[in-house]
């Protein structure tokens, strides 16, 4: 018992401050990529690594000499087998991280301090969606916020539009070129419409929702934006946020939505600009 003592005694005083921090540091890595693949794919995967793991240090014990060379190899290829397959699971994480406090403060130094007219811009877009839901004419509106959508801007039509209600209204008049894809809303422009979105992986939705509403959460899914949605069948206005849908919204609960999104991402812009000034002086 005493020489287990002064094992343990001898090993704390061997450690390092540096030694804690590394520690801490890749626990907090690892904590935060399980939490980030949890209920994914990824999971399953991780699972299967760690058997393979562990059969491959078994039959390295065991002096399994041909089982040791198809787990080292299937290992290998494995590893290169999940940038593959699991493509859009590492785009999401690297997409998450990027819109981390880090990823923000990287962005704005690239940014103007240019103030947004958020509140007229709004205004214009539920005027629109008001109009739309009572002809029921179904639309499909992305509101862009830090997350940039190129890959969904290069499928539409470039507009560079200011946004009125008039021009939203009519360009999701039924038999209209632009009338099937979404609209893409970046800043005060009407960036490109009749773009494709990518459509939700959730199969547990209600049969009521058709593909505009999977195609509003699909976005959702894939970036921080807003998307609201008009019903072709039923006008009723929907809002899609971080994967989840909002539905039966009026032109008050809609702005108050779209308020909150937006200015949510304008006072983190804010407090990062004043952050980045300040330590910089």
């Not at 999401?92 to 130094?109: A, H, Y």
């Not at 470039?158 to 209204?169: F, H």
């Not at 459509?199 to 999977?214: A, D, K, M, P, V």
């Not at 008009?230 to 308020?259: F, K, P, Q, W, Y």
Request: aromatic content about 4%; some cysteine.
């Amino acid at each position: 018992m005493e020489a287990m003592i002064q094992l343990v005694t001898n090993f704390i005083r061997t450690i390092k401050i540096t030694d804690l921090i590394d520690i801490v540091l890749v626990g907090a890595l690892l904590y935060y990529l399980l939490k980030m693949i949890r209920e994914t794919r990824a999971m399953q995967l991780i699972k299967g690594l760690i058997i393979l793991f562990v059969s491959l240090q078994i039959s390295a014990w065991m002096n399994l000499t041909t089982m040791n060379f198809l787990l080292k190899n299937t290992m290998q290829v494995g590893m290169f087998a999940i940038v593959v397959i699991f493509q859009p699971e590492l785009r999401s994480m690297l997409e998450r991280v990027g819109r981390s406090k880090v990823g923000k403060l990287i962005d704005f130094v690239q940014q103007s301090d240019a103030e947004e007219d958020e509140n007229n811009t709004i205004d214009e877009i539920v005027e629109a969606c008001i109009n739309l839901s009572r002809t029921k004419t179904g639309a499909l509106i992305v509101l862009e916020r830090e997350t940039k959508l190129g890959d969904v801007i290069k499928t539409g039509t470039l507009m560079q539009a200011t946004i009125t209600s008039a021009l939203l209204e009519n360009i999701f008049v039924p038999n209209t070129p632009l009338h099937d894809g979404a609209v893409v809303i970046r800043e005060d422009k009407i960036l490109t419409a009749g773009c494709l979105l990518p459509l939700t992986s959730n199969q547990n939705l209600s049969r009521e929702l058709g593909t505009r509403h999977r195609a509003a959460l699909g976005m959702s899914e894939a970036s921080d934006a807003l998307v609201v949605v008009v019903s072709e069948e039923t006008g009723t206005i929907s809002l899609a946020v971080s994967g989840g849908l909002t539905r039966n919204l009026n032109d008050a609960t809609l702005r108050h939505a779209l308020i909150k999104g937006m200015s949510n991402t304008r006072n983190k812009e804010l407090s990062l600009i004043k952050f980045w000034k300040g330590g910089s002086k």
